[in-house]
């Protein structure tokens, strides 16, 4: 940007810093929410409850369905396929 340009833009510098923080913590949230470990170690825990005894063959049937489709969610996401 030339001189000029950068004096006549310089009161939207905030708005442009806050998009960009804004920008920042999107990014952040999305990278959270499709990382897949989080996923995984439930299903590993939720085997050994199963394992243990602490839930039945039911709960565990119904909530590896929810982490499995999570999973799936994830990895389309990551190969660029919207769900």
Known sequence: ???LTQLATLPLAPVRGVAWVME?????AENEYYDPAPV???L????????????????FDRR???LLDRLDEIR???????T
């Not at 920042?24 to 952040?28: F, K, L, S, T």
């Not at 389309?76 to 919207?82: F, L």
């Open 1 to 3: 940007m030339g001189l």
């Open 76 to 82: 389309a996401h990551v190969q660029g396929v919207d």
């Open 24 to 28: 920042r913590a999107v990014e952040a």
């Open 64 to 66: 590896e369905d929810e």
């Open 44 to 59: 590993a825990a939720l085997e050994r409850a199963l394992v243990a005894g602490e839930i039945d063959e039911e709960t």
């Open 40 to 42: 995984e170690r439930e």
